[in-house]
Structure formats: structure tokens, C-alpha cells
């Protein structure tokens, strides 16, 4: 069964640095999503991306985040200046494109956890 | 906005035993997406099962069904003979069908016990 990965599974950077989170999603996949979880809290939607753009932003994902699909699979996520309170762990989510519930259903990836120091 | 309320924030039940996790939520849509994703301890989200607001017949997968009362925005989940493996953090999910992204509840850890 296809699957969404990430990389890497755990990161830890120092305040001030940059980050780039990777994720493949699921090959046939038209939208894509990063999510955050900051430790034992909610799940947060930080941005969706279709056709090459964005789509739909959080207030959370401020000029720090970047998103990109920089060739046919990879989908990434960067972090220009990191803060402490980007600890977090990082989920990237796609779903396919047209109508009802397939279209609405959001495959998750393993998550990447960012450390901050 | 719409929002998720998951009110019990920790539950356990015996292993072979049956339980329910109760989700309501707020939106003014008539047709929406809910979804309920299990959480174990190696933090994957994982969909256990959905259900779109316009079907009236509850969902169900293999041991997972849902109670799904459109009028009380009630979508609680029900586990039928609870395994170990189902030890894990639940989380409720809507989604409306003009945005993209998921709303969240804050969860509910369930613990099997042996």
C-alpha cells in the first residue's frame, strides 16, 4: 500500500538555523499539507499545496515557512531561523484531488521531530 | 471557525472488552468530512476510519465503528474487542468542504489493558 515517508525522522538544529523537512507523498496525490504537533498538544494545520502553490495558510506559518515541490515527488518544508518554539514534530499529509471523501482523506507521513536548542 | 471537543482526555478498558470515545464538534456546514486517526506511541497518524456528513449510515472497519448524529455533531468511535495494539492516542478530525485543512480534537489516550 503506498505510503507517505519523511526525512529525516528526527532533527535537531540550534536557534538561528535553518531546517528543511522532506516528504514524498503518495505518488497519484494532488494536494499536499504540513501539520505540526507541538509536544502534547493538538495537531495544527500549518499549509496546503496544490498545482504549485500554496493553497491555504495558518496564522502559524508566518514568512519563517517555506514550502516546495522542488521536482516531481519531493514536497519540503522549510524553517529559515529557528526558535525554540519550533520544537515540534512535523507531519506532511497528501490526499488525491476530486470530489468526496477520497478527495477529503489526508494520508499522514511518520513525522519528523524537531528539536531546537 | 469549526472546532473539536474530545472530553475525555485519558480512558481505559480490559483487553476483548468494548469502548467509546465520544468527539463533538461545531460547524454550520451541512456537508462535512469527519475522521477519527490513532496515534501510538511511535507518533504515526494512522486513519482508523471516516465518514462524510451527507451519508447517514454509520461507518464501520473491521472492529472500529462510529456513532455519527449529524444533529448533535456527535461522532463518537466505538472499538470492539480492544487489543493491546490499540493502545494509543485518538484523535477527531473535520474537515469542511470548501477548506483544505483538517481541525483537530485535543485528543483522547486510550490504554488496553492486559
Known amino acids: 500500500e503506498p505510503e507517505v515517508t519523511q526525512t529525516p525522522s528526527h532533527q535537531v538544529t540550534q536557534m538561528g538555523q535553518e531546517v528543511i523537512l522532506r516528504c514524498v507523498p503518495i505518488?497519484?496525490?494532488?494536494?499536499f499539507y504540513w501539520y505540526r504537533q507541538i509536544l502534547g498538544q493538538k495537531v495544527e494545520f500549518l499549509v496546503s499545496?496544490?498545482?504549485?502553490?500554496?493553497?491555504?495558510k495558518s496564522e502559524i506559518f508566518d514568512d519563517q515557512f517555506s514550502v516546495e515541490r522542488p521536482d516531481g515527488s519531493n514536497f519540503t518544508l522549510k524553517i529559515r531561523s529557528t526558535k525554540l518554539e519550533d520544537s515540534a514534530m512535523y507531519f506532511c499529509?497528501?490526499?488525491?484531488?476530486?470530489?468526496?471523501?477520497?478527495?477529503?482523506?489526508?494520508?499522514f507521513g511518520p513525522g519528523t521531530r524537531l528539536l531546537v536548542l | 471557525a469549526q472546532t473539536v471537543t474530545q472530553s475525555q482526555p485519558e480512558m481505559s478498558v480490559q483487553e476483548a472488552e468494548t469502548v467509546t470515545l465520544s468527539c463533538t464538534y461545531d460547524?454550520?456546514?451541512?456537508?462535512?468530512?469527519l475522521f477519527w486517526y490513532k496515534q501510538p506511541p511511535s507518533r504515526q497518524m494512522i486513519l482508523v476510519i471516516r465518514?462524510?456528513?451527507?451519508?447517514?449510515q454509520n461507518a464501520t472497519e473491521n472492529r472500529f465503528s462510529v456513532n455519527f448524529q449529524k444533529a448533535a455533531k456527535s461522532f463518537s468511535l466505538k472499538i470492539s474487542d480492544s487489543q493491546l495494539g490499540d493502545t494509543a492516542m485518538y484523535f477527531c478530525?473535520?474537515?469542511?468542504?470548501?477548506?483544505?485543512?483538517?481541525?483537530f480534537g485535543p485528543g483522547t489516550r486510550l490504554s488496553v489493558l492486559p
Open positions: 460547524t454550520s456546514e451541512n456537508n462535512y468530512y
Open positions: 499545496f496544490y498545482n504549485n502553490e500554496i493553497s491555504e
Open positions: 478530525a473535520f474537515k469542511d468542504n470548501y477548506g483544505q485543512n483538517f481541525v
Open positions: 505518488s497519484n496525490h494532488l494536494y
Open positions: 465518514q462524510e456528513a451527507y451519508k447517514q
Open positions: 499529509a497528501s490526499s488525491e484531488g476530486g470530489g468526496g471523501l477520497a478527495y477529503a482523506t489526508q494520508y
